[in-house]
């Protein structure tokens, strides 16, 4: 097939949107390993930045780590079940709390974090603590834990798959832990990867939230953005990338279309 | 990446037999119930009673009850509420522009390299405002490339991080990956027959894009388009790491609420802009069916 001016330009437009995205993120890593990036990349290399943000912001780097890790537990253990019921027993009220589950997603981070602040704020120690920013992170988190169950599990033929381990004697918990869990998996894992991103790269509600002694990863990247040289917040960003980069890939090859998800049909034809 | 599957994960009955048949494999309504504890004991005590608090709270304000409508009395607010509902807009118009012909260029040809660029493009997604505000810094601040370039090529270097124009750059950069992820979802569902179709009855270029791609395309580009709009309404890291002098609603609130203390009007200024955004959302929903879905909207 012959391509025409048309295939060209629109190819130039879309190199040109990569280049948009792309540009600065290469800059600001470059930027983050250049001696002194007012003279140029010819003034060398270093990993000096990079050793000076970890002297500086080690803290905010683990406690981000902490809390996705914590936060994807606690979405994992409220998220699954609930995605199990809302998909198993769909009326009206499942319906609504499921609206009203999805809507820490819908309002602004700010709004939220002002609302837990006038509720909580007073509570001093627990103000102070990495639970409260947890908090958030969960509110923000668990519709896309929940939403990502539920999408697995309505597709998967669960009531022929509880009937047949039923009928072979086992009861529901036993049916739930390794019958409904195992199947889902795959929407688990996808929904796991998103809440450890956006954990990690959460800023809007955590700015709020966050106290001197509990700054996150992205509270510290804006803190460098403010006070520190370029080249400390580049290096700072690099770090954030190193890190993120993995999750966002494997969620790439997680959502790759042609991967059909066929466990649940494959187990419900076994039975 | 929870996107790739619009209007699958809700609970509609149309994807569940019914169940009448055998009831021995379904728990008890006591199962059901334990297993939904963990997760609305959470919503209630750390967002709808937040919620409710914070509703009580802004009658705490000057005028009472009234102080729900300050958005709207109070000159300041409502420029900023003015300024940030353009913003938003403009923005979404740009992005479903460059993301429409773009995303419906990737769904539709095949050639080398086109995975690696879709991957480029959809890298944002879940980067903070703040990062997205340093990018725009790298991009168009005092050391940044297009200054770089401007310099090389006239001697006066151009930067514009800081003023409207950046946040505008800032806003596009991360509605760009939400907007693509949208658009080619719902160009992968067009048949491509019916353009062929079109065309071979003789219609010109332009009459197939206005009669057959556009309206199968809009109810994608109207669901991506709300959650584009909702992010850039309630966006704050880009606005506060760029420090433009441009008072977006969510910095206002912000300022409100840790400089001046006025603890009942951001309260007021927050929910008006959270019914902004859900509304705005439930609204795509309500009228384009599952595809608005909220969960696309991640990080900003």
Redesign the interface.
């Known amino acids: 097939m012959r391509r025409g001016y048309?295939?060209y330009a629109?190819?130039g437009?879309?190199?040109l949107?990569?280049l948009?995205?792309?540009?600065?993120?290469v800059?600001?890593a470059l930027?983050g390993v250049t001696v002194n990036?007012?003279k140029g990349v010819s003034s060398g290399l270093t990993l000096r930045w990079i050793f000076e943000v970890w002297d500086l912001y080690a803290q905010s780097i683990l406690l981000s780590l902490w809390l996705a890790v914590a936060c994807l537990v606690?979405t994992t253990?409220?998220?699954v079940?609930?995605a199990?019921?809302?998909?198993?027993?769909?009326n009206r009220l499942?319906?609504m709390?499921?609206e009203?589950?999805?809507?820490?997603?819908?309002?602004?981070?700010?709004?939220?974090a002002?609302?837990?602040l006038?509720?909580?704020g007073g509570f001093g120690s627990f103000r102070s603590s990495w639970v409260f920013i947890l908090?958030g992170h969960?509110?923000f988190t668990?519709?896309?834990m929940?939403?990502?169950v539920?999408?697995v599990m309505?597709?998967m033929d669960m009531?022929t798959l509880?009937?047949g381990?039923?009928s072979l004697g086992a009861g529901?918990w036993h049916?739930?832990l390794h019958v409904i869990v195992p199947n889902a998996m795959p929407g688990i894992l996808?929904?796991a990867l998103?809440v450890v991103?956006?954990s990690i790269?959460?800023?809007?509600l955590t700015?709020?939230l966050h106290t001197p002694l509990t700054k996150t990863l992205?509270v510290g990247?804006?803190d460098s953005?403010?006070s520190m040289r370029?080249e400390i917040?580049s290096a700072y960003?690099l770090i954030?990338f190193v890190l993120?980069m993995p999750l966002?890939?494997a969620?790439?090859m997680?959502?790759r279309?042609g991967k059909k998800r066929h466990t649940a049909s494959q187990l419900a034809e076994d039975e | 990446?929870?996107?790739?599957?619009p209007g699958?994960?809700?609970?509609?009955?149309s994807?569940?037999?019914s169940?009448g048949a055998?009831r021995?494999?379904?728990?008890?309504p006591a199962?059901?119930l334990a297993?939904?504890t963990?997760?609305?004991a959470?919503?209630a005590a750390?967002?709808?009673?937040?919620?409710f608090?914070?509703a009580i709270?802004v009658t705490d304000g000057p005028d009472g009850w009234a102080t729900y409508l300050v958005i709207l009395t109070n000159g300041r607010y409502l420029e900023s509420l003015i300024q940030t509902l353009v913003m938003s807009a403009g923005v979404t118009v740009v992005a479903l522009i460059?993301c429409g012909?773009?995303g419906m260029?990737?769904v539709r040809?095949q050639?080398a390299g086109r995975s690696i660029?879709i991957?480029?493009?959809?890298?944002?997604?879940?980067?903070?405002?703040?990062?997205v505000?340093?990018?725009?810094?790298?991009?168009a601040g005092r050391?940044?490339?297009i200054g770089g370039i401007s310099n090389a090529l006239t001697g006066e270097k151009i930067v514009f991080a800081y003023d409207i124009a950046g946040l505008f750059i800032g806003y596009l950069?991360f509605s760009?990956?939400r907007v693509i992820l949208a658009v080619m979802a719902s160009a992968?569902k067009l048949d491509p027959q019916l353009e062929e179709a079109a065309r071979s009855l003789g219609a010109p270029?332009w009459r197939v894009v206005r009669d057959v791609i556009l309206p199968g395309l809009m109810p994608g580009l109207i669901s991506s388009g709300a959650i584009c709009f909702?992010t850039a309404?309630?966006?704050?890291?880009t606005a506060?790491?760029l420090?433009t002098d441009i008072d977006v609603l969510?910095m206002v609130?912000?300022t409100e609420?840790t400089r001046n203390a006025n603890?009942a009007v951001?309260?007021a200024l927050?929910?008006a802009?959270?019914a902004i955004?859900?509304m705005c959302?439930?609204a795509v929903r309500f009228f384009v069916g599952e595809s608005a879905?909220?969960?696309t909207?991640?990080?900003?």
């Open positions: 048309s295939f629109q190819l437009l879309t190199v949107l990569c948009f995205i792309v540009v600065p993120i800059m600001s930027a990036i007012f606690v253990l409220a998220g079940p609930l199990y019921v809302l998909v198993r027993r769909p499942t319906r709390f499921e009203i589950l999805t809507l820490p997603v819908a309002i602004p981070g700010l709004a939220l002002l609302a837990l006038i509720t909580y908090i969960v509110l668990l519709p896309f929940v939403r990502s539920a999408a309505s597709a009531k509880e009937e381990a039923a529901f049916r739930f996808a929904g998103m991103t956006l790269g959460e800023f809007n700015w709020m992205p990247l804006a953005y403010a370029l917040g960003t954030f993120i966002l890939i969620m790439q997680l959502a279309p | 990446m929870g996107l790739q599957h699958e994960g809700r609970s509609r009955p994807f569940f037999q169940f055998s021995s494999a379904m728990a008890s199962t059901f297993l939904m963990p997760g609305v959470i919503i750390f967002f709808l009673i937040p919620l608090l914070v709270k460059l012909v773009v260029f990737l040809n050639f660029l991957g480029l493009l959809t890298l944002p997604l879940s980067f903070p405002g703040t990062v505000g340093f990018m725009v810094i790298m991009l050391q940044g490339v950069y760009i990956p992968e270029r909702a309404m309630g966006a704050f890291g506060f790491t420090a969510p609130i912000y609420f603890i951001a309260a927050s929910i802009l959270g955004t859900w959302l439930s879905d909220v969960t909207r991640g990080g900003a």
